[in-house]
Nanobody, 125 residues
């Protein structure tokens, strides 16, 4: 089992920044791909960013590319999402997720075995 706990959400004005953090416990953190997803009210849960377990390769949704940065610290068992130039359309509950290697596309919700409880991000215009 892997337990994931997100923090760092809140209310920010458009153009501002937030940093989300996800703390993991349980199985060896470094053996998992780690990602962030988000879900706005009435919408599906969407991929935001991922970081690979082996070489730290990063992947981003087109909507956040150039504004968000995902990073991980395997010594601290944390994965962060730095969000800059926030827009009202970034408003959502943000979820941290962990996937085992070779589970399929990192953009697929169903490929993730473990999820955090989510943290709310609200961007005002």
């Amino acid at each position: 089992q892997v337990q994931l706990v997100e923090s760092g959400g809140g209310l920010v004005q458009a153009g501002g920044s937030l940093r989300l953090s996800c703390a993991a416990s349980g199985r060896t953190f470094s053996n998992f791909h780690m990602s962030w997803f988000r879900q706005a009210p009435g919408k599906e849960r969407d991929f935001v960013a991922a970081i690979g377990w082996s070489d730290g390769s990063t992947y981003y949704a087109d909507s956040v590319k150039g504004r968000f940065t995902i990073s991980r610290d395997n010594a601290k068992n944390t994965v962060d999402l730095q969000m800059n130039s926030l827009k009202p359309e970034d408003t959502a509950v943000y979820y941290c997720a962990a996937a085992r290697p070779y589970s399929g596309s990192l953009r697929g919700v169903s490929n993730y075995a473990y999820w955090g409880q989510g943290t709310q991000v609200t961007v005002s215009s």
